[in-house]
Structure formats: C-alpha cells, structure tokens
T-cell receptor
Framework: AQKVTQAQTEISVVEKEDVTLDCVYE???????LFWYKQPPSGELVFLIR??????QNEISGRYSWNFQKSTSSFNFTITASQVVDSAVYFCALEGGQAGTALIFGKGTTLSVSS | EPEVTQTPSHQVTQMGQEVILRCVPI?????FYWYRQILGQKVEFLVS????????KSEIFDDQFSVERPDGSNFTLKIRSTKLEDSAMYFCASCTGFADTQYFGPGTRLTVL
C-alpha cells in the first residue's frame, strides 16, 4: 500500500527563520513520483515540485529547497528565510508509476510565519 | 498560462438533492481527476478518468457518485443524493498523461444542509 506521512501537524516560526517540513513515504513501486503542494488560506492547491524516483538530486528554487533520500524514504522541504506569505498548509504527495494513478496525499503541515 | 477552472466556486444544497460540479481541464490534457478535502483534513482521491471511462476509483466513490465528460471541454462530478458528510471542497485536476504533474482547479466548496 502507498502512504505518505507528514508527522508535523503545525509549525510556527518567526520571519526570516529557516524551516523544514518533513515527508516520509511508503511504496512498493520502483518508479514513482513525489510532489509538494501549497494550500494558502484562499484554498487552492498550488504545485511546487515533482521528483521522480530515479532522480535523487536535491533541488533549489529561490528560497525553497528539497532533499530527496530514497534510503530513508524521505522528501523534505526547506524554506529559507521564511516570510509571512509562506503561511499555508503544505502537502506532500506520492504518485505511482502508471499513467492515471491517483495522488496519495499526506495530512499536511500547517506553517504559520509571524512578523 | 492555461489553468483548470471549476464552477461554481461555492454550492449550497439540501440533503438528498442532486448536485453537479463542473470542471474545464487544461485543453491538451488527457487524464482527469476528482479529489475532495473535508474541512481541515487531507486531500483524498475520488476518481480518475481517461479515454471516456473511469480508470481508477477509491472506496469513497460509491454509487451515488458519477463522472462524465459530456463534450470536449467539460468534466463533471455528479452526486446523486447528497448527504451531510459530502460537505467538502471538491478539486478537479488534469494532466497530459504518464509522468506528468496534475494541475488542480481552484475547487468547489460544497455545503450540504
């Protein structure tokens, strides 16, 4: 069975702090895809990143970075120098390697950044 | 930039009524999905649709739910007889196919009274 665990329910930080959101996944597929989505207070789901299971290179996009480690089945997300606009719920998700497969979401981590 | 659109943004209905939620996927996408999110909870998969038929569905997607692509652009989710527990945000998503990212619409908030 496929499963995504986001153990951190809520995180509160002060602006400019760095914060890491944890994601641990379970799958028996050899080919799979991992995602992060952001859900701001307005409610929409905003795509942030997709990684495939064969690419363990870390990725950086501005203040965002992702650390994918197959050895620990983790795909962690770090926000550097957090800002108030980063306040949102962040979901990690897993998709199997076949077309049309459902996304399996974690329960999400609510990040609150105060000024 | 192309995006998935959904209508209405908010639907209020009485228990037992039928509702139809509408989605317009991105035009060159071939796979379509419905997900739901009960308030404060995680996003849950309902159904995926490809080539005019359901390709996968979850346990949530029981006989009261149905999906349809009535024309070349719309993708609908029908709930035949709504229950209080159907109150949730319903998201439509689409993608081109294998190994592609699913892009989500803004959601329809369904409130069943």
């Amino acid at each position: 069975a496929q499963k995504v665990t986001q153990a951190q329910t809520e995180i509160s930080v002060v602006e400019k702090e760095d914060v890491t959101l944890d994601c641990v996944y379970e799958t028996r597929d050899t080919t799979y895809y991992l995602f992060w989505y952001k859900q701001p207070p307005s409610g929409e789901l905003v795509f942030l990143i997709r990684r495939n299971s064969f690419d363990e290179q870390n990725e950086i996009s501005g203040r965002y970075s992702w650390n994918f480690q197959k050895s620990t089945s983790s795909f962690n997300f770090t926000i550097t120098a957090s800002q108030v606009v980063d306040s949102a719920v962040y979901f990690c998700a897993l998709e199997g390697g076949q077309a049309g497969t459902a996304l399996i979401f974690g329960k999400g981590t609510t990040l609150s950044v105060s000024s | 930039e192309p995006e998935v659109t959904q209508t209405p943004s908010h639907q209020v209905t009485q228990m037992g009524q039928e509702v139809i939620l509408r989605c317009v996927p991105i035009s060159n996408h071939l796979y379509f999905y419905w997900y739901r999110q009960i308030l404060g909870q995680k996003v849950e998969f309902l159904v995926s649709f490809y080539n005019n038929e359901i390709s996968e569905k979850s346990e949530i997607f029981d006989d009261q739910f149905s999906v349809e692509r009535p024309d070349g652009s719309n993708f609908t989710l029908k709930i035949r007889s709504t229950k209080l527990e159907d109150s949730a945000m319903y998201f439509c998503a689409s993608c081109t196919g294998f190994a592609d990212t699913q892009y989500f619409g803004p959601g329809t908030r369904l409130t069943v009274l």
